[in-house]
């Protein structure tokens, strides 16, 4: 669980930082990685 709260905080953290498209792709990918 507290692996997913650290995820979710990333992913947080990320979208307040992203404001185009690369650090979005840059997300993308760690989802990918993540899920993997």
């Known amino acids: ?3 997913i709260l650290d995820f979710m905080r ?7 930082y992203a404001t185009n498209t ?7 990918s760690r989802l ?3 899920e993997l």
Do not use: A, H, I, W
């Not at 990333?10 to 307040?16: A, L």
């Not at 690369?22 to 993308?28: A, D, I, S, T």
């Open 1 to 3: 669980d507290s692996q």
């Open 10 to 16: 990333f992913v947080g953290d990320n979208k307040t």
């Open 22 to 28: 690369r650090p979005l792709q840059l997300l993308n």
């Open 32 to 34: 990918v990685e993540y």
